[in-house]
């Protein structure tokens, strides 16, 4: 087998990324809110039905931004189970993150363990939907008015996902998406914010524009992380397909469901009937405790799977327990648009053999 990776990066055909670049040689406009970001914007405020978005550079920029520009202080309520962005943008904001476990359901944070982790100095919750499964957000958002706590969702794995027919950027105080080149919608680099205060769109903009509002006003001490027009151009490219694309994702994650479900020395991650999902990733749970022997030889075979969360971002893992055992047992296997079903089931049949 040709090495097959976890994930491929979707692609408009090289014509229609070239056509859509082409008008960029005329305007010499390559940064800085062109047309190309302009265009992104309305389309995707459309596509995600929100008032309020906000592109930038990458996704983690993207989420320093809502915690600075919130003004957020003290602890703030995480998830330990995520990629490591999530957890140094709270750090690197000058906040303390306090890890929550996660449910063994969902993998995502335990609702249940959130209250007895608020003190005096709790500013904000910031769970992650993790693979794309939308959070226990009625809770989560009850809790939250409840103690008067800011709700900021790392979205970054849930690019289109509709929970209860409500479409997921629309949940909480703010929302980021990552438009990274692994994630379901990409712009080589990318991401963005949803959010619902208006008077955000002034402060998003500054921190991302060095705090610069007129030539020769700077109101604020800003950063750098705009999205520039070629990330733009390859976003509206891959916009027309995404529906195509997580049509092709659920065909191979469906095959992934037939070949594994009678297994039953696996725990697959299960989708409920309240959600439209993006099919984002795979993940496996290995019951029997043989994820590396596994991992291991996929890879003699050329199969690179990844051990998606592990390790955990917080450093005393045997204060969340579960999300603890779930890392050290979990695998996420190759998913993408065109990711053939003869290789779903080759990857299939050497899990099952080497279980
Ligand atoms: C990808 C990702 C990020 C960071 O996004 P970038 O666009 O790569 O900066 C943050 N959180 C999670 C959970 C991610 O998967």
């Not at 604020?220 to 092709?248: P, V």
């Not at 045997?318 to 190759?334: C, G, M, R």
Request: aromatic share 10%.
């Amino acid at each position: 087998m040709d090495k097959i990776f976890v994930t491929q990066s979707s692609m408009p055909s090289f014509e229609e990324y070239c056509d859509e670049i082409k008008d960029i040689w005329e305007t010499k406009w390559l940064t800085n809110f062109g047309e190309k970001h302009d265009e992104l914007k309305r389309q995707l405020k459309q596509y995600l039905a929100v008032k309020n978005l906000s592109l930038f550079t990458n996704g983690h920029l993207a989420l320093e931004g809502i915690l600075e520009c919130m003004e957020l202080s003290g602890e703030v309520i995480t998830t330990p189970y995520t990629f490591v962005s999530t957890t140094n943008a709270i750090i690197r904001n000058g906040l303390t993150p306090i890890f929550c476990d996660i449910s063994m359901d969902d993998f995502n944070i335990d609702v249940t363990k959130i209250e007895n982790l608020i003190t005096e100095n709790t500013s904000a919750i910031l769970p992650v939907h993790v693979y794309g499964n939308p959070v226990k957000y009625k809770k989560i958002q009850e809790i939250a008015d409840k103690y008067n706590l800011k709700v900021i969702y790392d979205a970054a794995h849930a690019f289109g996902v509709v929970v209860d027919n409500i479409k997921i950027a629309n949940l909480g105080d703010a929302s980021m998406f990552s438009f990274h080149a692994t994630k379901v919608f990409n712009t080589i680099e990318g991401g963005a914010v949803t959010f619902k205060d208006s008077v955000l769109v002034q402060k998003f903009h500054k921190y991302k524009n060095f705090g610069v509002v007129g030539p020769e006003t700077i109101t604020y001490t800003g950063t750098n992380a705009k999205m520039n027009e070629f990330q733009s151009a390859m976003g509206i490219c891959n916009l027309r397909h995404i529906d195509m694309e997580i049509s092709k994702r659920k065909q191979i994650y469906n095959r992934y469901i037939e070949n594994l479900l009678p297994i039953n020395k696996i725990k697959l991650n299960f989708i409920p009937e309240n959600v439209i999902y993006n099919y984002a990733y795979f993940p496996v749970l290995f019951k029997s405790g043989n994820r590396d022997k596994i991992c291991e030889i996929l890879m003699q075979h050329n199969v690179v799977a990844r051990k998606y969360f592990y390790p955990l971002t917080n450093t005393n893992v045997a204060e969340t327990p579960i999300a603890n055992y779930i890392s050290q047992n979990i695998l996420t296997l190759p998913l993408y648009s065109d990711l053939s079903l003869t290789d779903v089931d080759k990857i299939c049949s050497i899990i099952v053999k080497n279980l």
